[in-house]
Each structure stands twice: as C-alpha cells, then as structure tokens.
C-alpha cells in the first residue's frame, strides 16, 4: 500500500511560482509512474502532468505546457511540480497520484492518491 503527501500548496499572486512536492512511503517507489490532477472550485478533477517510474517521460496538459514542470527524485521517494507563471485559473487543490505499469492521463487509471494541497492564485 503506498501513502502520498503532498505539500508546497499555498497563495501566490499571479505571474508566481510554486513548487509542490509528493513524498510517497510504503512501496517500491520507481516502480510507479506519477501524475499531479488538480480539482478547481466547482469543477471536476483535471489531469495536469505525469512522468515514468525512469523519469525519462514526461506529459502534459496544454494549458501548463512551458509553464509547470514535473520531476522526480527516486532517492527520495519523491514527485515535485514546479509551477511557473501562476494564472488565477490554475487555482485548484492539487493532487499526486500513483500507479503501476505506465503513464496517464485519467484519473481512474491510478490506484493511490495523497489528500491534496490547496493552491490560490490571486489576481
């Protein structure tokens, strides 16, 4: 069973940056690949980046492309987002998810999930 944390959220003024982290325990970490969702107010969970167990592929959502940046640290046990040029649109509670085999996109294909940290971008 692999538990997720998330930390890093917090509010930022537009045109800021960010950078959250994953720390996952309890499995072999880089036999998972990784994704960062996010839930805006209101609306549905969203995909918005996912990397291999390797770390050698990456993928993202349009509206974040140039913009965030997922990474890993299997040493640590750890997935970050880095988040660049922050738009209020990008105000969401943000969550790392993990699974097995290879990337994607869907929210469902993904078997363990951390608790989310809030991020808030003012205008």
């Known amino acids: 069973q692999v538990q997720l944390v998330e930390s890093g959220g917090g509010l930022v003024q537009a045109g800021g940056s960010l950078r959250l982290s994953c720390a996952a325990s309890g499995g072999t970490f880089d036999n998972y690949a990784m994704a960062w969702f996010r839930q805006p107010p209101g609306k549905e969970r969203e995909f918005v980046a996912a990397i291999t167990w390797s770390g050698d592929n990456t993928y993202y959502v349009d509206s974040v492309k140039g913009r965030f940046t997922i990474s890993r640290d299997n040493a640590k046990n750890t997935v970050y987002l880095q988040m660049n040029s922050l738009k209020p649109e990008d105000t969401a509670v943000y969550y790392c998810?993990?699974?097995?085999?290879?990337?994607?996109?869907?929210?469902?294909?993904?078997?363990?999930w951390g608790q989310g940290t809030q991020v808030t971008v003012s205008s």
């Open positions: 998810a993990a699974r097995e085999f290879g990337m994607s996109s869907k929210w469902h294909d993904y078997d363990y």
